[in-house]
């Protein structure tokens, strides 16, 4: 079994910054891509940010230059520093990641249940 569990989300004014993180835990064997996506009210989930194994980033085009992923891979953890943070970031960030885990063939995307993010004053 993989879980991954996310924190550090929360209620902060325009302009402030967050730095949630998620940890993957379990009968792990190799991390790949990690990832982060997020979920406002009435609209579909999607990337935010993505970082794998070898260091590629990938962003968003509407959090570029104020979001950075990063990892620390002997703990399984991925981070994302949210700075410059607008009313339109709200919504529930999750992530995911590309897992290798014991007992299981190949690697399969586990996904956390998420961490609200309210950006408002």
């Known amino acids: 079994q993989v879980q991954l569990v996310e924190s550090g989300g929360g209620l902060v004014p325009p302009g402030g910054s967050l730095r949630p993180s998620c940890a993957a835990s379990?009968?792990?064997?190799?991390?790949?891509?990690m990832a982060w996506s997020r979920q406002a009210p009435g609209y579909q989930r999607g990337l935010v940010a993505r970082?794998?194994?070898?260091?590629?980033?990938n962003y968003a085009d509407s959090v570029k230059g104020r979001f950075t992923i990063s990892r620390d891979n002997a703990k399984n953890t991925v981070y994302q520093q949210m700075n410059s943070l607008k009313p339109e970031d709200t919504a529930v960030y999750y992530c995911?990641?590309?897992?290798?885990?014991?007992?299981?063939?190949?690697?399969?995307?586990?996904w956390g249940r998420g961490t609200q993010v309210t950006v408002s004053s």
């Open positions: 970082l794998s194994s070898s260091g590629e980033t």
């Open positions: 995911n990641a590309d897992v290798q885990a014991s007992g299981r063939i190949g690697f399969w995307v586990y």
């Open positions: 379990g009968s792990i064997l190799s991390v790949n891509t």
